[in-house]
């Protein structure tokens, strides 16, 4: 996967575009109460996806009750798509993980997580946004449905 721009916004314009707790999290790093996330508790199948550019992140199948009060993830989506660095806030050594397309800081991850990869990529819920997947059963009813409308109004029903 090759990126050929990043996303660039002026914090006057993520502010625009984000809820203030969205920004705060995302742009200035904070994060949120531990257990008090949309995401903390939801098995729900689907993508999580970047709040800010709705970059594809993680899959729901990778994610754990790490009882850490964080969503957690053991892999990201594709390696292009997380980006890590070294955060010493806070008076401790962490390793950040922020969004490889627009820079949101969404977490931090840490070395003990599960097989396949031992990490927990431990995730405000602020800074992403649930995609479900939909069912085979749901898609093909959609398309049955579009058929069914298209054949009605051009007179085929």
């Known amino acids: 996967m090759t990126k050929v721009t990043k996303v660039k916004k ?6 625009e575009e984000l809820s203030p707790e969205a920004f705060e999290v995302t742009r ?4 949120e109460a531990p257990f008090s996330g949309r995401y903390c508790d939801t098995k729900t199948d689907g ?5 800010c550019c709705g970059e594809a992140l993680f899959d729901s199948q990778t994610k754990y009750d790490s009882g850490s009060g964080w969503p957690s993830f053991h892999t990201p ?12 806030s ?5 390793t950040e993980v922020m969004c490889a397309n627009c820079e949101a800081h969404l977490g931090h991850v ?16 602020l800074a992403l946004d649930l995609s479900e997947r939909e069912s085979e ?3 093909q009813a959609k398309q049955d449905q579009s058929a069914s409308d298209e054949a009605e109004s051009s007179g085929g029903g």
């Open 10 to 15: 002026s914090d006057e314009n993520w502010r």
């Open 28 to 31: 200035r790093a904070a994060t």
């Open 47 to 51: 993508v999580y996806r970047c709040v």
């Open 77 to 88: 989506i594709d390696v292009h798509a997380v980006e890590t660095r070294e955060d010493r």
């Open 90 to 94: 806070q008076f401790m050594v962490r």
């Open 110 to 125: 840490f070395p003990d997580g599960p097989e396949p990869s031992g990490l927990r990529f431990c995730l405000n819920s």
């Open 137 to 139: 059963e749901k898609t």
